[in-house]
């Protein structure tokens, strides 16, 4: 029986160009967000860099029932080692990469 | 129901539209934000809340802005008689050492405000770009400070409009005037 994951896939958009795909960058997010949501929520959130979208954007993915959570502590994250002060603004939530990109192509060109 | 925000920089429609706002409203070209107590009141002033006793009545103020200070009950009591709104400004939150004392007088201050029906929102009040919120994580914040529902949240981030829509039509119109005459 295959089970299949439930996940939502959050848009990021950064006020300064940032590299997601490099694993400081990447790691330095969990930690922020783990120091943000505490150990209980971020272990039901499950958050997983997917994909970079352009310089500023990038599609983070978690568990379902977490966006909340998600979205809140991505607004209290504002500041990058090297890049300094930096702002992430959650844009659009959706179930999938397929809906996400399409949303993002037509309605998010910033 | 369209979503708007205040801040202390212009900020681009486009952006503005890509945060999920209809407008961010912009000190000095959409309204003026006085954080101390000005010698004369411009129209279209949003007051510091420890002025509210003395401005309460001035046409001029259209709304008053929560620190991170506790509110008493009188001044709350007070907007809702003169109908002037209460705006929590959200970037103070992302003061590590001001964030913890100013949910908790934010939290006691909006159940007051909604228990005896004062109008209460929230702005970012962003003084760059990094300190800005979008429409979703605004909604989410009202959501902490105790609006119960999406609807309810919402519609905080929907006073600002109901209140400077009017001059948002009056500037489109004008600048519509000015290149229709060029």
């Not at chain 1, 978690?62 to 890049?83: K, N, Q, T």
């Not at chain 2, 070209?29 to 279209?44: E, F, R, V, Y």
């Not at chain 2, 001059?167 to 229709?180: Q, T």
Request: glycine fraction near 6%; include cysteine.
């Amino acid at each position: 029986m295959i089970i299949k994951k439930k996940v939502r896939y959050v848009l990021v958009y950064a006020s300064k160009p940032v590299n997601m795909e490099q694993s400081n960058a990447k790691n330095f997010l969990y930690q922020k967000l783990l120091a943000v949501c505490g150990i209980k929520c971020y272990s039901a959130m499950r958050p997983k860099v997917v994909e970079q979208l352009g310089e500023n954007k990038f599609i983070l993915r978690i568990s379902r029932g977490s966006e909340r959570d998600a979205v809140l502590a991505l607004a209290f994250i504002r500041s990058m080692p090297v890049l300094g002060s930096i702002g992430f603004y959650s844009l659009k939530t959706s179930g999938t990469l397929k809906a996400l990109k399409k949303k993002e192509l037509y309605k998010y060109n910033v | 129901m369209k979503l708007f925000d205040i801040a202390f920089i212009e900020i681009e429609d486009q952006l503005a539209n890509a945060l999920g706002f209809a407008r961010i409203y912009a000190d000095r070209t959409d309204l003026n934000i006085a954080t101390t107590k000005p010698a004369s009141l411009q129209p279209n002033t949003l007051m510091d809340v420890s002025f509210a006793q003395h401005t309460v009545k001035n046409k001029n103020v259209i709304g008053f802005v929560a620190g991170s200070e506790a509110i008493d009950r009188k001044t709350i009591s007070m907007l809702k008689e003169n109908d002037k709104p209460l705006f929590f400004n959200v970037s103070i939150l992302l003061d590590e050492t001001r964030a913890i004392p100013a949910i908790y007088s934010f939290k006691q201050s909006y159940a007051y405000a909604s228990k005896i029906g004062a109008k209460c929102s929230v702005a970012s009040f962003a003084r760059d770009m990094d300190t800005l919120f979008s429409a979703a994580q605004l909604i989410e914040i009202a959501k902490l400070i105790g609006a119960k529902e999406d609807t309810e949240a919402k519609s905080m981030l929907g006073l600002a409009g109901k209140m400077l829509g009017s001059r948002r039509i009056k500037r489109e119109g004008k600048e519509a005037s000015e290149s229709h005459d060029n």
